[in-house]
């Protein structure tokens, strides 16, 4: 860098509470994630202004007078240029806004007088995550952990009060923010970890997630090995709910599509369970839900532990639970958190979108993966989506066509347990389990 030949700081350009005249940063109140301070937050010489909020962004202040400036943004892994301007003032930025790298070169007069490579050791770095997607949340929190470990920076996340009683105690370092809290203009870098089914540019994120499933994107719109491993927790209370051996359930979700459609299977599940000498508790939020002509109850014979109760609640059922039974939805997501041994009733999923599990019960002879086509967008007002059969005898025939008898034997796998062997061994609480 060579300040000899800069012109001086206009004064707009000086205070961070002050814009150039270019201010082309302004937030969208349709976004789910909060757009970045108005200005780039570091500061270079003259009044020169970069961050990474948005991807890489420069501002070249007007200095009143036309002068030759020209902007370099790279990626570091290889120098390969991602956008190279020459401007009078005014704004530069790269094309993606998932982690890169980012290398940033400015000349004035053909001298380089600025020069910064991206490097997040100390700094301040915020990951949004959407606020309503709690299964969501729970997958890609692990690779933002992964992220601050590997760059060495100061880690925000964006997450509900209600998950950050999770996760506060077990990683004092990592501020876990309420978005309404969130200060912009202090941040280095930020990443926004969500589901872009709209993206065909990749520009949000480098892969689409429908390919590479739903917690592995964020590990790649961050840049870091996408190996799973649940974050850990620290509840206030971790007392055991219930002395009797017990299997926590959740048979509810926000579409259809996610839902158990088989008449009568949860009752007939639970009636088998219980036969078995287990409790089955039902942890759902909600004891009853559906929209039109399909509604979900608490299966007969469940134990309700539904309610607005705090999420730190449900983990400690979870925790303690021998097994859990559920959905492609948050609950699931909250007991592999938990180390619960997880039976997945699955089947708009396929097995690679959610967290690795032998539990999984799918009927492949059915048609399956309509989440994951990407000529078919998901319609989030539709409850009853079935993009592929919907008005038809075939609709939702992906989980309709999973037996009680299939999911029992998941359960009685998780449970280690063998009604086939005529000389088990029967546990104080009629439990038989393999020898």
């Known amino acids: 860098m060579n300040d000899a030949v800069l012109?001086?700081?206009?004064?707009?350009?000086?205070?961070?509470?002050?814009?150039?005249?270019?201010?082309?940063?302004?937030?969208?109140?349709?976004?789910?994630?909060?757009?970045?301070?108005?200005?780039?937050?570091?500061?270079?010489?003259?009044?020169?202004?970069?961050?990474?909020?948005?991807?890489?962004?420069v501002v070249i202040p007007?200095?009143?007078?036309?002068?030759?400036?020209?902007?370099?943004?790279?990626?570091?892994?290889?120098?390969?240029?991602?956008?190279?301007?020459?401007?009078?003032?005014?704004?530069?930025?790269?094309?993606?806004?998932?982690?890169?790298?980012?290398?940033i070169t400015i000349?004035?007069?053909?001298?380089?007088?600025?020069?910064?490579?991206?490097d997040a050791r100390n700094q301040d770095v915020l990951v949004q995550f959407p606020l309503a997607a709690l299964g969501d949340v729970l997958g890609w929190l692990p690779y933002a952990l992964r992220f601050a470990q590997v760059h060495g920076c100061r880690l925000a996340c964006v997450v509900t009060p209600a998950v950050a009683a999770l996760f506060r105690d077990a990683y004092p370092d990592v501020d876990f923010v309420a978005q309404d809290n969130v200060e912009r203009r202090k941040y280095y870098a930020t990443y926004n970890v969500g589901l872009f089914f709209d993206d065909k540019a990749c520009l949000e994120q480098p892969r689409d997630f429908r390919e590479t499933g739903l917690h592995r994107t964020a590990a790649h719109i961050l840049g870091v090995d996408d190996a799973e491993a649940p974050a850990k927790t620290a509840l206030p209370d971790v007392s055991r709910p219930m002395a009797e051996p017990y299997v926590c359930i959740a048979v509810q979700s926000t579409a259809q599509c996610k839902y158990w459609n088989r008449p009568d299977g949860w009752n007939t599940l639970v009636a088998a369970l219980r036969e078995r000498g287990m409790r089955v508790v039902c942890i759902d939020q909600k004891p009853r839900n559906g929209k039109g002509n399909f509604w979900q109850s608490i299966p007969e014979g469940a134990i309700d532990a539904t309610g607005e109760l705090a999420l730190t609640e449900r983990a400690r059922w979870l925790m303690h639970a021998s097994a859990f039974v559920g959905l492609s939805s948050g609950l699931s997501w909250l007991a592999w958190t938990m180390g619960t041994p997880t039976v997945l009733i699955s089947g708009f999923t396929l097995p690679h979108n959610e967290f690795a599990t032998p539990y999984r019960v799918i009927n492949d002879d059915v048609c399956t993966g309509c989440w994951h086509d990407p000529a078919i967008r998901y319609n989030h007002d539709d409850f009853h989506w079935c993009p592929r059969h919907k008005g038809t005898t075939r609709a939702f025939e992906c989980t309709r066509e999973i037996s009680p008898e299939d999911v029992l034997s998941a359960i009685d796998r998780a449970l280690g347990l063998n009604y086939a062997n005529p000389h088990r061994n029967v546990s104080p609480h009629g439990l038989e389990r393999t020898p």
């Not at 937050?41 to 991807?55: E, I, K």
């Not at 370099?72 to 998932?98: M, Q, Y």
């Not at 000349?107 to 991206?118: A, C, G, I, P, S």
Request: no cysteine; proline share 14%; glycine share 6%.
């Open 7 to 57: 012109p001086p700081a206009p004064p707009s350009a000086t205070s961070a509470g002050h814009a150039p005249a270019v201010t082309p940063f302004a937030p969208s109140p349709s976004q789910i994630f909060l757009a970045p301070a108005l200005l780039p937050t570091q500061v270079g010489p003259a009044g020169l202004r970069f961050d990474f909020n948005d991807g890489a962004r």
């Open 62 to 103: 007007d200095f009143g007078q036309p002068l030759p400036w020209r902007v370099r943004i790279s990626d570091l892994r290889d120098d390969s240029t991602l956008n190279d301007v020459s401007l009078s003032s005014g704004v530069v930025r790269s094309p993606a806004k998932f982690y890169v790298p980012h290398g």
């Open 107 to 118: 000349w004035l007069n053909d001298v380089v007088v600025f020069e910064h490579r991206y």
